[in-house]
């Protein structure tokens, strides 16, 4: 009787150790690895195809010239040197990237400013790289030059009042406050003074303004032209200084 109990209690033990033995071994765990895709080599342009106009115009945005009273002298003193030699090659080179276009001038201007000022400044409103070459050559008449500056926050405020034209403070309100705008004072040989209009520095590149107060609130200027976006009008242009 007790031989049979304990073959009984036994069975159970003696199975579990059968099926123990014919499972299969667990393989060890191993880390997974993945390939490390390397991103395809940029195509080379095929016969026939050109740069976007959008990176055209990210390349002139880079100018060679600080962003400071001294870059500005260094290129206004280029551009003069270019325009003695007739180097043409070389004043185009210097005047096209200064021709006002949009992305750059909205970093030197607030949002109401981008909005209601800049379309009335860039593409086809904006000054003619032919104009930009009359200016320049009726500044090289001048015996010296100096560059001024003053914030957009201190033209609103009417502090430095000789670093700029007086007129710019009717724009004030559309101007970043922590942003540069620079003049030319241009002393000819008979001591007299001119004075161009004003020059900013933003986005990497330097822009030269043609008269921005035309259209500030309420000027008569802003119904004789479209904003840029809409249409490719200009107001008739007016006498060089």
Known sequence: MRATLLSLLLLPMLACTRGSERRAPVPPLRARTEAVRTPPAPQPLLTGETPTQEIIERIEETSEFAGNEAGLTQLVSALFAAIRAEDSA?????????????????LAMTFEGGRTLVPYLVGPNATANSELRVIARRWTAAASFAVTAATGAEIARGERAGAYDPAMRRISAWLREGVRFYRLTLRGADGQVTYSDPWVYAGGRWMFLREPWRFAPESPDRTTVIPTPTAASRIPPRSAR
Do not use: D, F, M
């Not at 004043?91 to 949009?102: C, D, F, N, Q, Y």
């Open 90 to 106: 070389r004043i185009e080179s210097l005047l096209g990237p200064v021709r006002a276009r949009r992305s750059p001038l909205l």
